[in-house]
């Protein structure tokens, strides 16, 4: 692991985290701020995230945001803008599970079915989609498996909001 990252400070729990990971692409990152902070299909109210633009996160893999991510008890998802994310033109950030691992008082025989299949601990996510997959996963009204469901049945691979996916409500 590299060095000790820094802590993350996060203001308001119900603020998704993205934090960049990779810096190839100036450009393709300024198009994913774009993304998060512009106002999302009509909605009256502003999209803030909490951006994380620091150096010392480069090359950093999902498995060291991860150890990071998690010093935050709030937190149940966070989201990386990875290699993929400025290389493909849906900018789909990589967002992991911090929810994972709550299995201390589970049933021994579920437990071993965890073991033996695991729930999918990252899924990728459009921009315009992060506040919907944070909101829900802070609120726990959908769990991680069921975006890992909706980005499988999706033809890029990725979550997308109701109301901006081709075929969705607001198409």
Excluded: C
């Amino acid at each position: 692991m590299k060095e000790e990252l820094p802590e993350i400070v996060r203001a308001d729990e119900w603020v998704p985290l993205v934090i960049r990971t990779d810096y190839t692409d100036d450009a393709a990152w300024w198009e994913v701020i774009a993304e998060l902070e512009r106002v999302v299909g009509g909605r009256e109210w502003e999209s803030p995230v909490h951006l994380v633009d620091d150096r010392r996160w480069d090359g950093v893999t999902s498995d060291e945001a991860l150890v990071a991510a998690a010093r935050d008890e709030e937190l149940s998802v966070v989201f990386l803008a990875d290699d993929v994310t400025m290389r493909s033109p849906l900018r789909p950030l990589l967002a992991l599970d911090l929810g994972a691992d709550d299995d201390q008082d589970l049933d021994p025989v579920y437990y071993q079915e965890l073991i033996d299949s695991p729930p999918p601990r990252e899924v990728r996510v459009v921009p315009d989609a992060v506040h919907l997959v944070h909101g829900n996963l802070q609120l726990a009204n959908v769990d991680f498996p069921e975006f890992a469901e909706e980005a499988a049945a999706d033809p890029d691979g990725v979550v997308r909001d109701l109301v901006t996916a081709p075929d969705g409500p607001g198409s």
